[in-house]
């Protein structure tokens, strides 16, 4: 399967305009799958790394909805998918209130990470790290310094984000800082194991299972999974709810995390991407696993 899948690379493209995620091997196509405890199955490189990008928004919002509450976080980012593209400006503009339309597009992912508790970025990314380390059990995990410092140096769309949002009181404070976080997240860098087991904890409730702790509260991890039916896969996200009907949340590195719910966690790794920003060869991994063993959650 993972060898059909490994031929669609060639439709893709790697993303460049962070230009360190262009240095990516567009040929590369992994897979791991996570049950719990040991059981961890993969094929494909699985000791690559790579960095999360907006798989990282899932995190953030987590720690932001565990720091505030839905109804601080909800009153300055909607619920609603957009059909834009990820990076978009346009509907915040045109959207009365001026509020970001969900927590998965960029603006809304700024958004969230200026809410994430802490009195200096340090402290701020301490805590996102420190959540990623108990869902996968790998207290190794940090960021990677040149692929954040590479994005800082040319987000200016982002920034521009920031800057309409702060005029428009979404977020506050200084927006080189808020960049500078978000890139730093953005750069937090995995294996396919890690991500396969990231994607576990929220399939499983928000519990780890090697050392049964609830890391994430029930409730937030349903939030979390219908965010990434809605808007995981950016403006695929309907079209990918229909072909494949797993949970799933992908970033331009070329990464998909995939959460069946009681079931698997999905850590993929592909950077040829579409003309979305999805993993052209991943999906199409997705696709023929969720058609073959029969997972879509509908
Ligand atoms: N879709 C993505 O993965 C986008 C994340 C990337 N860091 C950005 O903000 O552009």
Known sequence: MLIEASKFTIDGVVADYIPALGEANRDTLS????????????AGCLEEKFTLQSISKVITLALALMDHGEEYVFSKVGMEPTGDPFNSIAKLESHIPSKPLNPMINAGALAVSNMIVGNSNEEKLGRILSLVHEMTGNPTISFCPRVAQSELETAFLNRSLCYFMKQHGVVEGDVETLLDLYTKQCAIEVNCHDLAKLGYVIANDGINP???????????????????????????????????????????SGAIMGSIPHGMGIGIYGPALDDRGNSVAGMKLLESLSSRFNLSIF
Request: charged letters at 15%; hydrophobic letters at 40%; proline letters at 4%.
């Open 210 to 252: 090697v050392t049964n702790q609830q890391v994430i509260p029930l409730h937030i991890t349903r939030i979390l999974k219908t965010f990434m039916v809605t808007c995981g896969m950016y403006n695929s996200s309907g079209e990918f709810a229909i072909r494949v009907g797993i949970p799933a949340k992908s970033g331009v």
């Open 31 to 42: 897979i791991a799958i996570y049950r719990g405890k040991e059981d961890c199955i993969g």
